[in-house]
């Protein structure tokens, strides 16, 4: 597994396993195979409502917890609630500590919101902070007030959305770029896609590997969703092939410039 050194010198592997959308017994059953895959990394948020399914499958797997990289995400409104809420989320977990906590998205009061992750985070709640959803001058401004520069901010990132800008304003302030829906929820016909599937034959690998591989090999960390063990097992598989000059350059015209989900 290769990892990207977080701005506080913490390690946060480049491929993890997403979480959204499965829940109760079908969420702890997936992270179990993933674990057992080789997942050393898993992306949950309150919102998910799966925090408990998750620690649960992390518990039962036997594997130490300091070998496994949680990322948390908060779904509050403002300070007391973010606050109470991270506490919370340790409870589900059934851990001390989350590696990377994430202000989901930039609603309600967004200082206050992140505060909470400052305190927690000096209080030895998590191991790194940051954001998710803060493009552009949301971004900028929270920078501009917080006392913890974020050291990721988890946004909407894929071949067809390649956040260029965006990798770059972070990286200027020691902010990570990672991405969500790296596979983009399996829309837009990636898998189909002509200039993905020849990169991938002449690689001999699949088309996501090559989407994945596209993110990695910029330094943006991933969290691949898959049902499918023999999937989640390729889903890891990113870091025996690299991509050309001429390929990334390839994929960079795929690139359409705006969300496909509208959230941000
Ligand atoms: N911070 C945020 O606001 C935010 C928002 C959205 C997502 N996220 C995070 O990002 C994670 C990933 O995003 P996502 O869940 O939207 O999905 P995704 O990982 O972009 O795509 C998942 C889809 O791709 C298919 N798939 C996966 N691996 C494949 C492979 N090797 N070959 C062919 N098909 C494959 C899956 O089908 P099968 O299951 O059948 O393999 C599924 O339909 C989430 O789970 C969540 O942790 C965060």
Not at 66 to 94: C, E, H, M, P
Not at 125 to 154: H, M
Not at 188 to 207: E, N, R
Not at 221 to 249: H, I, W, Y
Request: a positive charge; proline letters at 3%; glycine letters at 8%.
């Amino acid at each position: 597994m290769e990892f990207v050194t977080l701005n506080n010198g913490v390690q946060m592997p480049l491929v993890g396993y997403g979480t959204y959308n499965v829940a109760g017994a079908t969420a702890e059953r997936h992270v179990t195979m993933a674990l057992e895959a080789g997942y050393r990394a898993i992306d949950t948020a309150q919102c998910y409502h799966n925090e408990k399914n998750v620690g649960k499958a992390i518990a039962k797997s036997g594997i130490s917890r300091d070998q496994v990289f949680i990322t948390a995400k908060t779904w509050t409104v403002d300070y007391a609630s973010t606050k109470r809420s991270i506490d919370q989320t340790l409870r589900n977990l059934g851990t001390d500590y989350v590696d990377l906590l994430l202000v989901h998205e930039p609603a309600g009061d967004i200082g206050g919101n992140y505060t909470a992750l400052e305190d927690a985070y000096r209080e030895g709640k998590a191991r790194a902070i940051g954001v998710s959803n803060f493009i552009g001058k949301v971004f900028q401004q929270l920078v501009n007030c917080c006392t913890v520069i974020p050291a990721v901010n988890q946004v909407e990132t894929h071949v067809y959305r390649q956040q260029h800008d965006m990798q770059t304003l972070c990286a200027s302030k020691g902010t990570v770029l990672a991405s969500w829906s790296p596979l983009c929820s399996g829309e837009h016909d990636i898998f189909k896609d002509p200039a993905l599937k020849k990169i991938a034959a002449a690689h001999g690998v699949s088309v996501a590997q090559v989407a994945l591989r596209a993110l990695v090999q910029r330094g943006i960390p991933v969290v691949p969703k898959s049902k499918n063990a023999k999937r989640m097992r390729q889903n890891l598989d990113v870091f025996g092939f690299a991509l050309t000059d001429d390929e990334m350059a390839r994929i960079a015209t795929l690139d359409e410039r705006r969300s496909l989900f509208n959230w941000y």
